[in-house]
Every structure is written in C-alpha cells, then in structure tokens.
C-alpha cells in the first residue's frame, strides 16, 4: 500500500520546475510520432552509427518514403560537434541533394542547416530527418 502511494502521480507537482519540462518533452516525443507516420508503420530498420562513450548515434530508416530519421543523444560529459551530419544511409537520387530537417531537439541544441554544423550539449537530443531537396527548385 506505501509502495503504491509514493509511486502515484502528483499532478500538482506538473507546474514546477523539471516536471513541467519533462511532461513538455513527453508530448513532443507524442507529437512527433503522430507527425511522422514512417514511425509508425512498423516496417522500419534501425541502425546504431556511433555507440561511444560520448555520443550514441542511431539511425531509422522506415518503409515509407525514403528519408531516415537520425537520433544524436550525447551521453558524456562534452558537446559533440558534427559537421554536415551524416546523410550516409540515403541512397543517390538524380537532381536531389541531401537535406537534414530537426524534427526535435532537447534545449542548447544548435544546428546551423544543411551542410553545417550540429552541436549537442552534455546530456542533448536531437531527432533530424534526413531526405532530399529537388536541385532545380
């Protein structure tokens, strides 16, 4: 009976603080999955990139359409910094070229577009959708 009590939400705890950040962040992971229907049709792969003591990178590839999601989620204690983030998985498509979209990203994420530079603070997510622009438009 104590264990169920101290596990039992309180609701009124929502508006302070971190509370009120995670509860934000869980309806953005939500959102995200009703925004994105790749991520649930259920016919996908999914691939670790980078599993270090720093970073771990994955990538998701669905049977939809042909752009991939790519999670970056620093687990160390420095930024990672990639350059023109990775687009390796997206195979060669006449008169399109690579593009990276940020579907959502923890606080302090920085991403200076195509072809830039993504920073990832200590402790940062960030979900990118990798697909392709027409050349000619």
């Known amino acids: 009976d104590e264990t169920f009590l101290r596990s039992k939400l309180d609701w009124d705890e929502l508006s302070q603080g971190s509370h009120q950040a995670i509860y934000e962040w869980y309806r953005s992971l939500i959102q995200l999955r009703r925004d994105n229907p ?23 590839r669905s049977g939809l359409g042909d752009g991939v999601l790519q999670i970056v989620a620093t687990i160390g204690e ?21 593009s990276l979209q940020v579907l959502l990203a923890s606080p302090a ?7 830039g530079v993504l920073a990832v ?11 392709y622009k027409n050349m000619y438009e």
């Open 109 to 115: 994420v920085k991403y200076s577009g195509d072809y």
């Open 38 to 60: 790749e991520v649930r049709s259920g016919r996908h792969q999914f691939h670790v990139v980078v599993n270090s003591d720093d970073v771990l990178i994955m990538q998701y």
């Open 78 to 98: 420095g930024v990672y910094e990639q350059k023109t983030p990775d687009v390796s998985l997206l195979p060669v498509v006449a008169q399109t070229t690579p």
């Open 121 to 131: 603070p200590p402790g940062g997510v960030c979900v990118l959708r990798a697909g």
